[in-house]
């Protein structure tokens, strides 16, 4: 048993991705199949009824509610515009003059001659689904959406806050190892995915936020940061739908981790191309990681190499994904067919790593480490 | 396919958990049923492979590898046995699916809404999002919601007997809308549970009965001033276990290869308990601590009857590797920290729980790290035992209903049927505690979480295979009895814990213990104390406990209890650490003391930390 089952995260230069968007309630489909879309581009549409809203006509102009109607200076079924006036009454034998405005936009629908009550209902509210990524349709959901294939690079990452944007990648540190600080951000990072090394801190995604960037991809975070930006602790992992002006997206796990040298390298390949981000995460079976997809015209290039499951041999790189070696990188120089004590003295599975870093060697369970690409 | 036990020579089975897959093999010598290896691998419901199918086949070719038999086909479990290959029956259990993620939706926010997320809440779920006609989200954004959400069950609720149907109606009605996808993918179908306005029930079964798996109970809210939430509760809990929890990505392949129905992990552990407690007539208390649930099992007897009563609760977001974090969110880290003989950096203490969630299946490689893991596991094991003490109130079925003052207390209704004095045994199970390296760890854990009162017997799960003696005692009970006999049980222990608040030094008990056959011999532990006591391993031992006065051993204060016990490979703990309360110096440094002193007097570890 040689095996070590750490999540399967793909990272790949090469892959096609479907993603279905879909409108919550039935609509207009805009895109037919074979359309190419950007990440922007409005796939289905659909109008809700626009909100109520209620002006006491009877009371404002101190008229008998039979006789409201007569008030109305545009016919029921007008548009209006907010502030417009409506209704005109005149009393005290002509001498005072009064009137109602309308509330906001919207059309003068009803009114009520026993209430006295004019309804006015604003505009019809648009909902839009957008493509979130570049690609074509290959399928129509009618009346409700389409189904995206996107070709090119697709990087999971292991935990993420926000949801779904999209913009120009921007590498802003010199290497995998290196923390993303408040000074590596400047305007032009505005609306732009912003890859970092190995952490990112709560006061960098401060600055982050106030740049106006897309999305932040690290190597790690800290918890207790986590918290101040949630408000809360996170209990069970089931993200996505925070609303916090950015998405983060982890790569390696949580306190300080370079960033993986193939993530890093794949990222940096792809810097100005245009990223679709999602920091959704949901950690439990069936799980659904954060994703970042940077699709090209005409798909991927390269081999697919996504597969690093499987048996780890001599030679194998690996990261330890566990205290006291958590995050180092080495390579694997034994692999004792016999259970061996540890310092807790449990007996488990084991293996010499060499690392990449001190040349120092160390035996760990097999289970605390995870393969990554040579 | 027909089973006849006295064909069967070897049985295979296994439990999907929802971090690790566990096989057993057993089979059957001159002296009956044995277990004689187990094996086990990562479970495989997460990328890239999807399939629970994958981790059962690489735990048995562990089992095949160690065993020095075939036992696998390419990827298919060779049945029956012919010759040396092969087994005669294959059998498995799962809690694969892991935790429980609901939403829970009632009419009006502040009332049915709340309700249901109590009932929600109760039954051990975690509430997502409570939507209701008035929380201020329009249709579509609650539609949107439940399509990205994904839960694992929905409780709908809504309206007062007799009240309003069309508002309900409406309620369903966005459901069917959204028509959400569970997590577990195509062919499974959502539990949806009404409990609203029994009027109401045909509309909403009309709208979603064709696209989910709907059930309806009584309403949680009959009348404004009235709840009802055990019926809901009970719906869920039981469409966790039978629905959710069971499956997982490649269920439906693995069901084709077991002999009889895959059977949800606390279904089967709860059989083995209430075995035990049947057969020896004594209240038991059962654990199961796994990696994203912790089940509890209780046989109690219903005051002033002969009537005895089991209880099972999962709860469903308290565990090991997947729910350890929430372990953290609901717990408190200071209630983590104080189980922590050392100073920790709670930053660094945070990352690392993260990172055990995010990558369930590491295992802890220093002492601390073990230390740290072990004080999770008190927590979980304690917020599991208040929940099964706060819903083990009675018999199913029997209905508990609460006035609106209760329904803002949220107090739970009707009084526990756990009496910790009457324990008899406490049984651990789970990875945590079975392979704990050294046994007086799981017993120290158990008594810290549980604060077993009076006299009572510890024992935990051998190597972790309840599950699997649970399943099999369905089509092979003599086979699950012997081996659960002979391989499974191990006791640990008794412990003496007296009741009463005391002084540290105070003269609190004094024990007499006489093995069978061998001399008596007696002591007097003062009060604060923590002790272990060698005593044998197996046989029976008479242990007479004499309070002093203002402590009660379960006769009444200062009242002399004598009980025949059995020995255990841990020896006889005497815990004069105080019960109700039980308290923790809140000082660090005392704290530490205090700690560092009872895991030497259990001899813990290797060496202090």
């Known amino acids: 048993m040689a095996h070590s089952y750490t999540p399967g995260l793909r990272v790949t230069d090469s892959a096609r991705v479907l993603r279905e968007r879909r409108l919550p309630l039935k609509g207009e489909v805009l895109a037919p199949i074979g359309a190419e879309v950007a990440p922007d581009t409005v796939v289905a549409r659909t109008e809700l009824p626009g909100n109520i809203q209620t002006v006491n006509l009877a009371q404002k102009l101190a008229t008998d509610p039979a006789k409201v109607a007569d008030t109305l200076v545009r016919p029921i079924g007008s548009q209006v515009r907010k502030g417009e006036i409506i209704a005109t009454a005149k009393s005290m034998f002509g001498l005072m003059k009064s009137h109602a405005e309308a509330p906001s936009d919207g059309t003068l629908e009803s009114v009520s001659t026993v209430t006295g009550q004019l309804i006015l209902r604003e505009p019809p509210i648009p909902v839009e689904v957008t493509a979130y990524v570049r690609g074509h349709v290959v399928e129509v959901i009618p009346n409700e959406g389409v189904v995206i294939e996107a070709l090119g690079a697709f990087l999971q990452g292991i935990f993420g806050v926000g949801g779904e944007t999209f913009g120009p990648l921007a590498v802003a540190v010199s290497g995998p190892e290196q923390e993303l600080l408040p000074q590596h951000l400047l305007p032009e990072h505005r609306a732009k995915v912003v890859v970092g090394g190995s952490f990112v801190s709560y006061e960098t995604l401060m600055k982050a936020r106030e740049v106006g960037v897309a999305a932040v991809v690290v190597g790690g975070f800290d918890d207790q940061d986590l918290k101040r930006l949630l408000g809360k602790d996170l209990g069970v992992a089931i993200t996505g739908g925070e609303d916090l002006g950015f998405t983060l997206v982890l790569t390696e796990g949580f306190g300080r981790i370079q960033m993986a040298q193939r993530t890093w390298t794949l990222l940096n390949a792809h810097q100005g191309e245009i990223a679709s981000v999602s920091g959704a995460t949901q950690i439990r079976a069936g799980v659904m990681r954060p994703e970042i997809l940077v699709p090209r015209p005409g798909g991927g290039s390269g081999a697919s190499t996504e597969s690093l499951e499987g048996g780890l041999d001599l030679g194998s790189m690996l990261r330890l994904i566990r205290e006291p070696y958590f995050g180092r990188i080495g390579w694997v120089t034994a692999l004792p067919p016999e259970l061996q004590a540890l310092d807790t003295e449990a007996h488990v599975r084991v293996l010499e790593v060499e690392f990449v870093d001190d040349g120092k060697r160390a035996v760990v369970p097999r289970a605390n480490v995870e393969r990554i690409a040579d | ?609």
């Open chain 2, 1 to 609: 396919m027909e089973i006849i036990p006295e064909n069967i020579r070897s049985i295979l089975a296994t439990d999907c958990g929802s971090t690790t897959t566990k096989a057993v093999l057993i089979e059957k010598g001159p002296d009956g049923y044995r277990l004689v290896t187990r094996g086990e691998a990562p479970t495989t419901v997460e990328a890239p492979f999807e399939d629970v199918t994958r981790g059962v086949l690489n735990a048995v070719k562990e089992v095949e590898e160690l065993r020095g038999r075939k036992l696998l086909d390419g990827d298919r479990i060779l049945t029956p046995q012919t010759g040396e290959e092969g087994v005669d029956i294959y059998l498995s259990t799962s809690s694969a699916g892991g935790g429980l993620q609901m939403m829970v939706s009632g009419l009006v926010l502040q009332m049915t809404g709340e309700s249901a997320q109590r009932a929600a809440l109760g039954a051990g779920a975690i509430v997502m999002d409570v939507m209701a006609l008035n929380d201020g989200r329009r249709p579509y954004e609650k539609i949107k919601r439940l399509r990205q959400l994904r839960p694992d069950m929905i409780l709908l609720s809504g309206g007062t007997d007799g009240g309003d149907v069309k508002r309900v109606a409406e309620m369903a009605e966005l459901i069917a809308a959204a028509d959400p996808k569970a997590r577990l993918g195509a062919g499974y179908e959502l539990p949806v549970i009404y409990a609203g306005n029994k009027d109401a029930a045909e509309v909403v079964r009309a709208s979603l009965e064709s696209r989910t798996a709907l059930s309806v109970v009584p309403n949680l809210r009959p009348k404004l001033e009235q709840e009802n939430l055990k019926p809901a509760r009970d719906a869920i809990h039981d469409l966790f276990m039978e629905h959710v929890m069971a499956h997982a990505p490649g269920y439906k392949k693995l069901m084709t290869w077991t002999a009889v129905p895959i059977m949800p992990t606390p279904g089967a552990v709860g059989l083995i308990i209430e075995k035990v407690a049947k057969r020896d007539g004594i209240a038991v208390v059962g654990v199961d601590i796994g990696g994203a649930t912790t089940d509890v099992f209780s046989v109690f007897k219903v005051p002033d009857t002969d009537e005895t009563v089991f209880n099972r609760t999962v709860s469903a977001n308290l565990g090991m590797s997947y729910s350890v974090s929430n372990v953290m969110a609901e717990a408190g880290i200071e209630n983590i920290l104080r189980w922590v003989p050392f100073d920790v950096d709670e930053a660094d203490l945070r990352n690392r729980i993260k990172n055990k969630m995010i990558r369930p299946t590491t295992i802890p490689q220093t002492l601390d790290d073990l230390v740290i893991e072990q004080a999770l596991c008190r927590e979980a094991l304690r917020l599991s035992f208040e929940q099964h003490k706060a819903l083990a109130v009675g018999l199913k079925g029997k209905q508990q209903s609460r006035d609106i003052s209760d329904a803002l207390d949220q107090v739970a209704s009707g009084s526990s049927l756990v009496n910790l004095l009457d324990l008899g045994l406490l049984v651990g199970s789970g990875g945590v505690l079975s392979h704990a390296p050294r046994r007086a760890q799981a017993a120290l854990m158990m008594l810290d979480a549980f604060l077993p009162e009076g006299i009572t017997e510890l024992a935990v799960d051998s190597i972790f295979m309840t599950p699997q003696l649970g399943v099999l005692s369905t089509v092979h009970e003599e086979a699950a009895t012997q081996v659960f006999e002979r391989d499974c049980l191990i006791l640990l222990g008794p412990v003496v814990a007296p009741i009463g608040p005391g002084k540290l030094g105070q003269p609190c008990i004094t024990v007499e213990w006489k093995p069978e056959g061998g001399k008596s011999e007696s002591r007097a532990v003062p009060f604060g104390t923590l002790l272990l006591v060698p005593i044998p391993a197996e046989g029976a031992l008479t242990l007479t406990v004499t309070p002093e006065r203002g402590f009660d051993m379960g006769a009444g204060k200062g009242r002399a209890v004598t009980r025949t016990v059995r020995g255990g490979v841990v020896g006889l703990i005497l815990d004069t650490r105080g019960r109700q309360p039980f308290s923790i110096p809140t000082e660090a440094a005392a704290r530490i003391e205090k700690l560092r002193g009872w895991n030497r007097a259990m001899n813990m570890y290797p060496r202090e930390v």
